[in-house]
């Protein structure tokens, strides 16, 4: 039986960024990945694969960057931990023993059982699996009518792919009042379906699936609430993900009422020499330190860096004191993205804030022919004035600012500390300097301070 120093069971984001640093840190230790499939995709590139990328193999992600450190990496799938002996086993027989255990499981799709028909021929789910998305993308072509439930990041941006391809008749169900509502303000929340309502997707919101019927076995059509029955012949569930541990629900780990993995502050478990990271990992809110449920691979990436460095012993502090979800998308040309506090969430949270926007051009002047509009709101602390959150639409650039926000609100940056922000212009690639937009929602934000203290 051949003993590793670090075993990483999981072959994503989290899995290759953790085995990656650890090895960076320490490369005489001996370092061992599992993966299930011997090809990963890229998580958030899995909606182009059906129009933009045209298939899977652009969209792939592996651990090259691991190997090329020295890490071995074996395709078979991991069926037994046994954490007093140090052992892991797999579906092959083989059996490998450990130092440090790193659980990077991921998450897996929800299946919506409560929904009649949820497993007929033709009802497909976005795994994040290579072998099943190439499957499903070559099932699809032949697909004329599709529906599509859920609308939040993936099962709208799958919906508007879908839809650019030729003789295809795509509609998206969303029992919210708009899409994307789960990260976004209302305000952001009604921009972006309504860029999706713009494309050839028919967007159904405030509507809930009732049964997805079938013929002899095979989807023909979905009943909603109403009782419109609109005929399809692929159904696509995207309504969400859950923290893959069925693995490691037998050993004693703790698991949160979401089902994912308690860890502390520098993703260890409470056992011993096992650490978990990434979507099987439970995350708490920046904010108000409550339980969260972030999967982004920016997070997992985020905690598998920290979890890198400190798997020997803690050696960089960790400098985020919970997540910070942020998220960008792009709809029919309008790129949009959210981090932190919002209208939405700071009102569920009972978080006071102040809040101001600002619009302009990303470029300058606003008269160029590949200028986008753009804007900005940032949240900030009515109290001292530290930015909370923000959103951004418009242009490309606004995923980019958003990770300027999203460090902002890390470091406590007040929206006073804004105003002297040094900031660098040129007419091809930012707003005008005399107006840039954050310093400008900034200062709306201290207005309104001002306008309460002389009050």
């Known amino acids: 039986m051949k003993r590793y120093d670090v075993i990483i069971i999981g072959g994503g984001p989290a899995g290759i960024i953790t085995g990656v640093t650890a090895k960076k840190q320490h490369p005489e230790k001996s370092m061992l990945m599992f993966k299930e499939e011997e090809k990963g995709l890229v998580p958030c590139g899995i909606p182009y694969v059906f129009h933009r990328l045209d298939g899977v193999d652009k969209n792939v992600m592996g651990p090259k960057p691991f190997i090329d450190l020295g890490g071995e ?17 797999t579906d092959a027989g083989n059996t490998f023993a450990y130092e440090k255990l790193v659980l990077a499981t991921g998450s897996k799709v929800v299946i919506p059982d409560f929904i009649p028909g949820y497993d007929l021929k033709n009802v497909f789910y976005i795994k994040k699996s290579y072998n099943y998305i ?16 859920g609308g939040g990041f993936i099962g709208a941006e799958v919906a508007e792919q879908l839809a650019l391809n030729p003789n295809k008749k795509v509609t998206l169900i969303e029992s919210e009042q708009y899409c994307f509502s789960k990260a976004f303000s209302k305000e952001l929340s009604q921009i972006a379906t309504a860029a999706l309502t713009e494309t050839a997707v028919d967007v159904k919101t405030n509507v809930r699936v009732k049964k997805v019927n079938g013929t002899n076995g095979v989807v023909s059509s979905v009943i909603v609430d109403s009782d419109e029955e609109i ?20 050993i004693g780990l703790e698991l949160n009422k979401m089902g994912a993995i308690v860890v502390d502050n520098y993703e260890r478990t409470k056992e011993k020499d096992i650490c978990a990271v990434g979507d099987c990992s439970q995350t708490i809110g920046f904010l108000t330190g409550r ?20 798997l020997f012993g803690i050696k960089i502090r960790k400098t985020f004191s919970g997540t910070l979800a942020v998220f960008s998308t792009e709809i029919n040309g309008i790129a949009m993205a959210a981090a932190g506090v919002n209208d939405s969430n700071a009102a569920e949270a009972n978080i006071e804030y102040l809040s101001a ?5 990303d470029t300058h002047p606003g008269s160029f022919e590949d200028t986008s509009p753009l804007s900005v709101k940032l949240f900030a602390s009515p109290c001292d004035g530290s930015i909370i959150g923000g959103e951004v639409w418009g242009g490309k650039s606004a995923g980019e600012i958003i990770n300027t926000i999203g460090l902002a609100i890390q470091k406590g940056v007040t929206v006073f500390e804004l105003i002297s922000f040094q900031i660098g212009s040129h007419p091809l690639l930012t707003s005008a300097p005399t107006k840039t937009i954050l310093i400008k929602a900034a200062e709306g934000i201290i207005a309104q301070i001002n306008k309460e203290l002389k009050a």
């Open 134 to 149: 190439k499957e499903i993308h070559e099932e699809l072509k032949s697909k004329k009518n599709i529906v599509i439930i």
């Open 73 to 89: 990496v074996i395709t078979e799938k991991i069926t037994e931990v046994n954490k007093i002996d140090k052992t892991v086993t």
């Open 291 to 310: 339980m969260d449920h972030v999967m982004l691979a920016s997070t997992a990436t985020a905690e598998a860096r920290v979890l890198g460095h400190n």
């Open 357 to 361: 926007k600002f619009s302009d051009f």
């Open 231 to 250: 005929q399809c012949d692929a159904v696509i569930m995207a309504i969400g993900y859950k923290p893959n541990t069925e693995l490691v629900q037998n």
